[in-house]
Antibody
Framework: QVQLVESGGGVVQPGRSLRLSCAAS????????MHWVRQAPGKGLEWVAVISYDGSNKYYADSVKGRFTISRDNFKNTLYLQMTSLRAEDTAVYYC??????????????WGQGTQVTVSS | SYVLTQPPSVSVAPGETARITCGGN??????VHWYQQRPGQAPVLVIYYNRDRPSGIPERFSGSNSGNTATLTISWVEAGDEADYYCHVWDSTNHHQVFGGGTKLTVL
């Protein structure tokens, strides 16, 4: 069965960096685009970034563009999110999500359980 | 950027029908997906491409999309349906994904 397991979260000071990982199993990872979605405490879902199945295309939310970098290693079946210049407003649970098809207007058919990132001095 | 608007809350009694709306400009021309998120859990897909149901999702869950409004309908509501529900679309103008603000469904 599909499994997505995020890791790398923690408490970090403003301005510092953190790298999140999402280990995938149960499907052909190299065939699917992947997303990061976050959820601030008590708030709704906010899309963060997407990477195509082969890593050739990446898009970012305006709130993280220039600070976050999404990447993937199809040999290790792992998705990454490198976060730099972190701000208090980046505090959230970060989920990785798998797309259910190959078109850009696709749904997210599986989600990880999330990893908590807290930005605080 | 594209905006999706959901009511913050909807309340229904057990056995009744809950209708959760999602509004957006010319939303009927887009494909809308819906997710259920129970407290402390990750979101779960309940409807995709406006009206399709993933395997394992009860037939009580249905969706529609026309004009400026998409609707998630939950028939014969049960206590276990109490959760936050989010609509989701792709904004083709900037390749961004957009979520509605979420609707908290309370089963009275």
């Amino acid at each position: 069965q599909v499994q997505l397991v995020e890791s790398g979260g923690g408490v970090v000071q403003p301005g510092r960096s953190l790298r999140l990982s999402c280990a995938a199993s149960g499907f052909t990872f190299s065939s699917y685009g992947m997303h990061w979605v976050r959820q601030a405490p008590g708030k709704g879902l906010e899309w963060v970034a997407v990477i195509s199945y082969d890593g050739s295309n990446k898009y970012y939310a305006d709130s993280v563009k220039g600070r976050f970098t999404i990447s993937r290693d199809n040999f290790k079946n792992t998705l990454y999110l490198q976060m730099t210049s972190l701000r208090a407003e980046d505090t959230a649970v970060y989920y990785c999500a798998k797309v259910g098809c190959s078109s850009p207007n696709c749904h997210f058919d599986f989600w990880g359980q999330g990893t908590q990132v807290t930005v605080s001095s | 950027s594209y905006v999706l608007t959901q009511p913050p809350s909807v309340s229904v009694a057990p056995g009744e029908t809950a209708r959760i709306t999602c509004g957006g400009n010319n939303l009927g021309s887009k494909s809308v997906h819906w997710y259920q998120q129970r407290p402390g859990q990750a979101p779960v897909l309940v409807i995709y491409y406006n009206r399709d149901r993933p395997s394992g999702i009860p037939e009580r869950f249905s969706g529609s999309n026309s004009g400026n409004t998409a609707t998630l309908t939950i028939s014969w509501v049960e206590a276990g349906d109490e959760a936050d529900y989010y609509c989701h679309v792709w904004d083709s103008t900037n390749h961004h994904q957009v979520f509605g603000g979420g609707t908290k469904l309370t089963v009275l």
